[in-house]
């Protein structure tokens, strides 16, 4: 099958959501622009990781001086997910960057393809190599960038709340804690 590119430049909506139980939830990004949405899944962890990243990068970036200081507010989305929901693919890595250029984020957000050395390598490769993963690009201002991580944690964060013994996820019924040698927590 050929390689599917979806670059939506700035698009209208991106956004990170879950569809099902907690416990049993799973997690999507989604871009939009016009009438165009794309979905891809992605696992709990990689949301956590990608809105905490883009909001140290942003920091970070803030810090240098690389953030112009006349940044436009972006309006709180709290809305669902569009539907119909259609899975375009799993992503196996995401790459977000800085272009000082155009003061943007470009996050980048690639299928899975096996082993760790092939989701490497298929980072590194060309728009144009046909043979490479399927992948979602965007463009966010900054402070597009910020509402993303901060409705991405929300979004992770209303979940199962955390033993307060080991941290891991309780279940209605509880669950088998570590620091309880085994025993239901």
């Known amino acids: 099958m050929a390689r599917r590119i979806y670059d939506f430049g700035t698009p209208d909506r991106f956004v990170a959501g879950t569809v099902g139980s907690p416990g049993s939830r799973t997690f999507f990004l989604q871009a939009t622009k016009g009438a165009a949405v794309v979905s891809v899944v992605l696992e709990k962890l990689q949301v ?71 989701e490497a390598a298929a980072a590194e490769l060309d728009d144009d190599d046909p043979t490479g993963p399927d992948l979602v690009r965007v463009r966010l201002v900054p402070a597009a960038a910020l509402a993303f991580a901060e409705r991405s944690l929300e979004v992770v964060g209303s979940g199962r709340p955390p033993c307060p013994l080991c941290g891991l996820p309780l279940d209605p019924g509880g669950h088998v804690c570590p620091r309880r040698n085994g025993y239901v927590h």
């Open 48 to 118: 956590r990781v990608l809105a905490e990243r883009l909001a140290g990068m942003l920091e970070e970036v803030g810090r240098r001086g690389g953030i112009p200081r006349a940044t436009p507010e972006i309006a709180r989305d709290s809305a669902p997910l569009a539907e119909p929901l259609m899975e375009a693919f799993r992503v196996g890595t995401i790459t977000i960057g800085w272009d000082s250029a155009r003061n943007e984020v470009v996050v980048e957000a690639r299928a899975q393809v096996g082993e760790p050395e092939e």
